[in-house]
């Protein structure tokens, strides 16, 4: 081989060894920010909403798994970069075909266990409806008004219905619900 060719070679395999180093370098990288992410897992953000007409409570019936068939508050995930009260009040109409006034937080319910889907923190509210039509959406089976609860409620709904009852009549509202 002659010396030239050798040279040649030679820097070849430098170039290759240095651009290997680099892919290297960047699989390191994504190999440290895939293994934080497994950590740094994060929970999902949704809103319910305990709608309290004259004649009772608005519950929609789930069309769709976890809970198909039981009875639910219409409510959903909150979307990147939503407020929450806006996030609330679009499940309300997208679910039951009503549009809402809000009218106070019940609560903020974190049990990592409450929904079989994974860790979702829900933050409830109360409302009232201030119009639209009720009817039920694609993620629904059957909207409706309940003076008394029926038995299958999905999720930990009873116990936000039960808390958004108390908040309701704390602030004056008289709600017409049998438990």
Do not use: Q
């Not at 929970?43 to 019936?61: E, H, N």
């Not at 009875?71 to 959903?76: I, N």
């Not at 629904?140 to 039960?162: C, Q, T, W």
Request: contains cysteine; proline residues 5%; charged residues 30%.
């Amino acid at each position: 081989m002659s010396g030239v060719l050798e040279g040649e070679i030679l820097r070849t395999l430098r170039e290759v060894n240095s651009k290997l180093d680099a892919v290297v370098a960047k699989l390191e990288v994504l190999e440290r920010n895939v293994s934080r992410r497994r950590v740094l897992k994060k929970p999902s953000v949704a809103v319910d909403v305990a709608i309290f007409t004259p004649r009772g409570i608005v519950l929609v019936k789930r069309k769709n798994e976890p809970f198909k068939g039981y009875w639910a508050l219409p409510g959903g995930f909150v979307e990147y970069g939503e407020r929450v009260e806006d996030a609330a009040r679009r499940e309300v109409l997208e679910e039951t075909g009503l549009e809402v006034e809000l009218r106070g937080l019940v609560g903020v319910y974190s049990d990592p266990g409450r929904d079989p889907r994974g860790h979702v923190i829900s933050i409830a509210f109360w409302a009232v409806p201030k119009g639209g039509v009720l009817a039920p959406s694609s993620d629904a089976s059957e909207v409706k008004v309940f003076e008394k609860l029926p038995e299958l409620i999905a999720f930990d709904h009873k116990e936000i219905i039960l808390d958004a009852i108390k908040s309701a009549e704390k602030s004056g509202f008289k709600c017409s619900v049998k438990l």
